[in-house]
């Protein structure tokens, strides 16, 4: 089964920014037309809640509004990976963040429709 593996997470100071790396382990994921890839986070006490997502066919994007205007989620075909970029990162921007395909694509904000998440990358402010 494919594995996914995220990585760039880290200690950055508020206002910093860090670039997170999603990187399945193959592409076994194009045998699904209109797959989309999402980062999700877990902060401490809290739900998983839905981030960014791409879709990998057209790279249609979609944001949670705390995220708007600071995160960028892109795609690079050559490579089968994703990315995260934060910027100016906020002390509630602490959390693991995780990596998962949705095959079908049909919702952005439902986990049960994401499958092969990865294992997570703490991304961590002082407080």
């Known amino acids: 089964q494919v594995q996914v593996v995220e990585t760039g997470g880290g200690l950055v100071q508020a206002g910093g920014s860090l670039r997170l790396i999603c990187q399945p382990s193959d592409d076994s994921f194009v045998i699904y037309a209109n797959y989309l890839m999402g980062w999700w986070r877990q902060a401490p006490g809290k739900e998983r809640e839905f981030v960014a997502g791409i879709t990998w066919r057209n790279r249609k994007t979609y944001y949670a509004d705390s995220v708007k205007g600071r995160f960028t989620i892109s795609r690079d075909a050559a490579n089968n990976a994703v990315f995260l970029q934060m910027n100016n990162l906020k002390p509630e921007d602490a959390a693991v963040y995780y990596c998962?395909?949705?095959?079908?694509?049909?919702?952005?904000?439902?986990?049960?429709?994401?499958?092969?998440w990865g294992h997570g990358t703490q991304v961590s402010l002082p407080s």
């Open positions: 998962a395909c949705n095959p079908s694509g049909d919702s952005w904000f439902d986990q049960s429709y994401y499958k092969y």
